[in-house]
């Protein structure tokens, strides 16, 4: 179920994208209803989260660190939002199990799979972290690569791109194991950098 503060902040924030940063969504038909998905995206700014939810219809849920929900009003509304905490710099079983669960009960998972901003500015997607691999492969949930094209410059142009689902599990058939999630990590990437290819001219 939807939280009900979700719907409201996503329509300020649209309209802040609107006015401040003539935003641009292309492919919202490419989030299916009635799933469990995990969104993979390009990350450049520390707006993409709220971008990332923006652009579909479908509620996002994200980690976040652990640090912010020590704060009282952060922590209440980016929980009622649907955020969960995640222990930076070590695996953190509690929150895989999460995103598992997320998944499982059909909603809208949402990762930067870069792990850290990527500032290179030149439009190459950094090298992918296993994380988001795994959890769509033990899921077997669809991913959806996202293109996220800035630099969010006041009335600037930013443009989210959410390309086709992709099922990782038969992607990686036939590969051993031990290959499986480097090999899906690797689709991913190549899927969003041909995305940001396409549309960043």
């Given at each position: 179920?939807?939280?009900?503060?979700?719907?409201?902040?996503?329509?300020?924030?649209?309209?802040?994208?609107?006015?401040?940063?003539?935003?641009?969504?292309?492919?919202?038909?490419?989030?299916?209803?009635?799933?469990?998905?995990v969104l993979c995206a390009n990350h450049?700014?520390?707006?993409?989260?709220?971008?990332?939810?923006?652009?579909?219809?479908?509620?996002?849920?994200?980690?976040?660190?652990?640090?912010?929900?020590?704060?009282?009003?952060?922590?209440?509304?980016?929980?009622?939002?649907?955020?969960?905490?995640?222990?930076?710099?070590?695996?953190?079983?509690?929150?895989?199990?999460?995103?598992?669960?997320?998944?499982?009960e059909g909603k809208v998972l949402g990762?930067?799979?870069?792990?850290?901003?990527?500032?290179?500015?030149?439009?190459?997607?950094?090298?992918?972290?296993?994380?988001?691999?795994?959890?769509?492969?033990?899921?077997?949930?669809?991913?959806v690569p996202v293109a996220i094209i800035?630099?969010?410059?006041?009335?600037?142009?930013?443009?989210?791109?959410?390309?086709?689902?992709?099922?990782?599990?038969?992607?990686?058939?036939?590969?051993?194991?031990?290959?499986?999630?480097?090999?899906?990590?690797?689709?991913?990437?190549?899927?969003?950098?041909?995305?940001?290819?396409?549309?960043?001219?």
């Open positions: 179920m939807e939280s009900k503060t979700y719907p409201f902040f996503r329509a300020i924030f649209r309209g802040i994208f609107a006015g401040l940063y003539r935003w641009r969504v292309i492919g919202q038909e490419n989030i299916p209803d009635g799933e469990g998905l450049i700014s520390n707006w993409d989260p709220i971008l990332l939810g923006c652009g579909t219809h479908r509620q996002v849920h994200f980690m976040a660190k652990a640090e912010l929900f020590r704060i009282p009003v952060i922590s209440w509304l980016i929980t009622d939002f649907g955020t969960f905490p995640v222990k930076r710099g070590a695996g953190d079983r509690q929150a895989i199990r999460k995103s598992l669960e997320i998944v499982d990762i930067f799979p870069e792990g850290r901003r990527n500032r290179s500015g030149d439009g190459t997607v950094g090298k992918m972290l296993p994380g988001a691999a795994m959890i769509a492969l033990k899921s077997k949930a669809r991913v800035g630099p969010y410059r006041l009335f600037g142009r930013v443009t989210i791109i959410y390309g086709k689902p992709i099922d990782l599990n038969e992607a990686v058939a036939g590969k051993e194991n031990a290959e499986r999630t480097q090999y899906a990590a690797e689709i991913i990437q190549h899927e969003i950098q041909k995305l940001l290819d396409i549309h960043k001219k």
